[in-house]
């Protein structure tokens, strides 16, 4: 004990000064950024472009690892694993942060104890996408031909406790519409079973279905937002559409080990919201894709995943979900 307590008190009394002058001279390596969803899905489009920045800024290689899988677990054990110095980040979505703890007993790792939060990086609104050969162009005309025929319908998602997993069992508990679920490992695999008449229906931000909106490949119903969104102002919000309480208030966030130095955590965080606040950056890759951009302190971060997470839970409790199904 008394050992425990001298090393303690060694490590306490470290200078601030010190810990400053590591952090002003990180990064001297390659920093790996963890994300854990398959390429080509819109996690990864946000993450590569802000990746490449970053190693403009910092003068060192920052790489993209996927490693998708297990509902985003695997690649966010392999981050709360690393080394707690800041070399291994996860760029990853709610559904590790908030909806894992309530859904998987066994999953390998605690998000909320082993990650250390640094920036929410944006709020994502999704579209509810459906293929064209479906007959409905409203969330009211859904949930009339799902009631009608019964599972008849099958929705895309990415895993037990992703947003379209919240939200259509959510749609379900409301309002008796049955539709299956058919898991994808992102939300891009999905997007190509919706355009290729394998599903019939799914969740996807600007950044994967603009294109196919435009070419009316993909029918959108409505969108997860506050308000309409300035580039699609036809499409109604869920609220609009008389769904206010299904929103699976998706956003992306950056994190590193627990334990990473103070110092070094709060130097990422003004680096990726510079970044993320520089007017070519935020028209190209935030704003043309339809999200909200954030760049908070990694003390907001924290009391905004504290109040997600009661959100979620409430969520998950009241949808009756369970990772058995």
Known sequence: M?????????????????????????????????????????????????????SQVWNQPVIIENKPGASTMIGGKNVAGAPPDGYALLFTTDSTITSNPFLFTRAGFDPVKELA??????????????NPTVK??????????????????????????????????????????????ISYRGIAPAVT??????????????????????????????????????????IPTLAEAGYPDIDPRSWYGLFAPAGTPRAIIEKIQRDVTA???????????????GYTGVGSTPAAFSEFIRQDLGYKE????????????
């Not at 939060?117 to 459906?130: E, G, M, N, R, Y």
């Not at 009339?144 to 259509?168: M, T, V, W």
């Not at 600007?206 to 308000?227: C, E, M, N, Q, W």
């Not at 409430?314 to 199904?325: S, Y």
């Open 117 to 130: 939060p640094i920036t929410q990086l944006v709020d994502l609104h999704q579209f509810v996408l459906a």
């Open 136 to 181: 409905v162009r409203s969330m009211n005309e859904l949930v009339e031909l799902a009631k009608r025929e019964p599972d008849a319908l099958n929705y895309g998602s990415y895993g037990i406790g992703s947003q379209p997993h919240l939200l259509f069992e959510m749609l379900r508990k409301q309002t008796g519409a049955q539709i299956r679920q």
């Open 2 to 54: 008394y050992k425990i307590a001298v090393v303690v008190a060694a490590l306490l009394a470290v200078p601030i000064c010190v810990l400053e002058v590591v952090a002003e001279e990180f990064p001297s390596r390659v920093v790996r950024l963890v994300v854990p969803y398959p390429a080509g899905g819109g996690v990864d489009n946000l993450a590569r472009p802000l990746a490449d920045r970053l």
């Open 193 to 234: 079973a919706v355009l290729a008449g394998e599903i019939q229906l799914t969740l996807g931000s600007l950044s994967v279905s603009a294109g196919y909106l435009d070419t009316g490949k993909l029918v959108p119903l409505a969108i997860s937002r506050a308000r309409r969104l300035s580039a699609r102002p036809e």
């Open 314 to 325: 409430n969520l998950i409790k009241v949808t009756g979900i369970t990772a058995e199904q």
């Open 275 to 289: 970044v993320l606040l520089e007017p070519a950056f935020k028209a190209r890759h935030v704003d043309a894709l």
